[in-house]
């Protein structure tokens, strides 16, 4: 009933910056919190930074003072702009979207992740 679509992932140099989008469609009468999550390899999947429909923000401690993660509720769209990359950075970046669908139903949806990989 719902998908996120999402882009801007890629390789890229240490020090380099990268924007991911991710874009939700179909049956959504509203967002609530919408995330961006990676993982690496052999890693558990942990939260890089989350923003609410009202526009307040959460970062992991990694990604303060790097990364911002943005929103436009016209769109249905989160960002996450990433600066100053790391190779420790390199992981497959998932967005998550808590949505509440027109059947008034509260669902956690996934994106099907986009790789980025930073290069030493």
Known sequence: QVQLVESGGGLVQAGGSLRLSC???GSIFSI???AWYRQAPGNQRELVA???SGGTTNYAESAKGRFI???DNAKNT???QMNSLKPEDTAVYYC???VLVVAKILVDCW???TQVTVSS
């Open 23 to 25: 874009a939700a469609s």
């Open 32 to 34: 609530n919190t919408m």
């Open 50 to 52: 989350s923003i609410t």
């Open 69 to 71: 993660i943005s929103r």
């Open 78 to 80: 989160v960002y996450l």
């Open 96 to 98: 998550n979207a808590n």
């Open 111 to 113: 994106g099907q992740g």
